[in-house]
């Protein structure tokens, strides 16, 4: 067998995620809440955008690092929404999707064997691709008595001081957490005196509901950064990009923002895989960046109302949920005697919603379930009044 | 802003039921009532119909906007014809408007020729209007902020990370 995947390959197996979507694709009366991405469509002018620029023919590769213009706008744009301040010409690369970025920083920083933490429950790619690099993975889980904060107790117990990075991912998908900066600064403190380095996974940044939310220190959003907390800039890399926000996940558009050394070593491997992000996506994330504030203002307050909405009825089921405060998800209990995966695939069965089992998404998910309200309030109405009966049926 | 907060939730869905509205304005149900009944009182909601899409009927249900002309007099002012012409159940919403004509009419009925005549019989003769401009709506693609189409199938994938 001359074909035979690499060991670090054949480490990885199929995302638990996988057997949920073969299931709710046999049907068709599927109410879906496992859906990551926005049910929004993406805002007319960045579509405009990407219309003209294929008129005008504008269709060959960018520089490495993107579009000067873009790398500009997306200087401009940290700076007034997070207070992150990264130059456009090295510090800021952009990428195919936040999860190039995210791909690219296991390849550039870990070496093999190296320890990398990662807090628990999280997007269900990091871990493999801390695998593909040929690091080690160090599950740092998040306890829903925290409202699935990361606390340095955490830290500690899991050895995460020997790990080399730590990545973190808030507001988090799957919980909907979100850390403040009071959250943040012992995590600071600990990853400056353990010498870690971080990488912040902040695509969800937009989506910050808290009214009450301590304020980003400089930033006009109510999203705190860890990059912008004292030392940290230099240890940190912060991804973002176009997907959720901007309801752009199909153009694949994401950046890195970091250290001008680190994001050369990114640059380094992005330059040989990937060339250059897709140019008509280039052109439309900068006019996403122009001219869609209000667009993005309207779908947060629409997330913001269906948060609320199904937050209040899996209560009102006897279904206990944390206050999830970002990204589009809720991360409620399943009821007392059912493991997560039996819960999400009976449910699926008996009422044809789909949910996805919390232990998909690491250590601390287990007994929860991600629900996605990225889904219009009529569906979302019927399809919480399938979980109660469901829940009512086996109670 | 609570009350605005209502308003706007009640103009995407008038069918919301007050319960759903306090959960997704972290209302108290008590709250929302007081909010919608107070919005009553003083005549900001002046009642609550469904949006209709007549294309899907297969009943003919014709509208024209209609653009009127005026002229005044000192006895006769704009809210002295616009009285006249509300009173007509056959007219469905009637605005004074800038620009090249006076009133904006919007006039329903069961087929062209009522239309036709509730024009040239009734409107045309007030005294006061010197010109109609009768424009048959032939398709409506959106009605008070709802979309009239099909709508865009939902191709995301069913479960995703």
């Known amino acids: 067998m001359t074909l035979e995947p690499a060991d670090r390959v054949q480490a990885v197996g199929p995302s638990g995620i996988r057997r949920f979507f073969e299931i709710a694709e046999e049907r068709d009366d599927v109410i879906s809440l496992g859906v990551g991405e926005p049910d929004f469509s993406t805002p007319w002018a960045a579509r405009d955008a990407a219309i003209q620029s294929l008129e005008h023919g504008r269709t060959s590769y960018t520089a490495n690092r993107g579009m000067r213009e873009l790398r500009e706008a997306i200087s401009t744009y940290v700076a007034d929404r997070f207070a992150l301040e990264y130059g456009a010409d090295e510090e800021i690369l952009v990428t195919a999707g936040a999860s190039e970025a995210v791909d690219l920083a296991f390849r550039a920083f870990v070496d093999p064997g190296e320890k990398v933490a990662i807090a628990q429950p999280s997007y269900i790619s990091y871990e493999p691709g801390v695998i593909f690099a040929g690091g080690e993975v160090v599950p740092v889980p998040t306890d829903e008595a925290d409202d699935f904060r990361l606390t340095v107790d955490a830290l500690e117990d899991a050895g995460a001081a020997d790990a080399e990075l730590l990545v973190l991912c808030y507001p988090n998908n799957p919980t909907g957490a979100v850390m403040s900066r009071a959250d943040l600064e012992p995590i600071a403190e600990f990853v400056r005196d353990n010498d870690l380095a971080v990488l912040s996974d902040e695509i969800y940044a937009e989506l910050t509901f808290d009214d009450d939310f301590d304020s980003n220190h400089g930033g006009s959003a109510k999203h705190t950064s860890i990059a912008t907390l004292p030392s940290m800039r230099e240890r940190t890399i912060v991804f973002n990009g176009f997907s959720k926000a901007h309801a752009m996940t199909g153009l694949r558009l994401g950046y890195a923002l970091g250290p001008a050394e680190a994001i050369a070593a990114m640059n380094r491997i992005h330059q040989y895989g990937m060339l250059s992000a897709p140019t008509t996506a280039q052109y439309a994330a900068l006019e996403a960046l122009d001219s869609c504030a209000d667009d993005v203002a309207t779908m947060v307050s629409q997330y913001d109302r269906r948060r609320r909405f199904v937050l209040s009825r899996f209560r009102e089921i006897g279904m206990p949920c944390f206050e999830a405060k970002g990204a589009f998800y809720v991360f409620p209990e399943v009821p007392d005697g059912w493991m997560a995966n039996e819960f999400a695939e009976e449910l699926l069965h008996e009422e044809g919603v789909a949910v996805v089992p919390g232990d998909v998404f690491g250590v601390g998910g287990e007994g929860h379930l991600r629900v996605s309200y990225a889904t219009g309030l009529e569906e979302l109405r019927e399809a919480l009044a399938r979980i109660e009966r469901f829940v009512a049926e086996h109670a | ?161």
């Open chain 2, 1 to 161: 802003m609570s009350e605005r907060e209502v308003l706007e939730l009640l103009r995407e869905n008038a069918r919301y039921d007050t319960a759903d509205i306090a959960r997704m304005t972290d209302l108290e149900e008590s709250e929302v009532e007081a909010a919608i009944e107070a919005l009553e009182a003083v005549g900001v909601i002046r009642g609550y119909q469904p949006v209709v899409d007549w294309d899907r009927l297969e009943d003919e249900r014709v509208r024209a906007e209609v653009e009127l002309n005026v002229t005044l007099d000192r006895e006769t002012g704009y809210d002295d014809i616009a009285e006249r012409l509300a009173r007509f159940p056959q007219v469905t919403a009637l605005r004074l408007v800038s620009g090249d004509y006076d009133f904006d009419m919007e006039v329903e009925g069961d087929s062209i020729r009522e239309v036709s005549q509730f024009i040239s019989e009734k409107v045309a003769p007030v005294p006061e209007i010197t010109q109609t401009v009768t424009h048959y709506i032939m398709t409506s693609y959106k009605e008070q902020g709802i979309e009239l189409g099909d709508g865009e199938d939902d191709d995301r994938l069913s479960v995703s990370p």
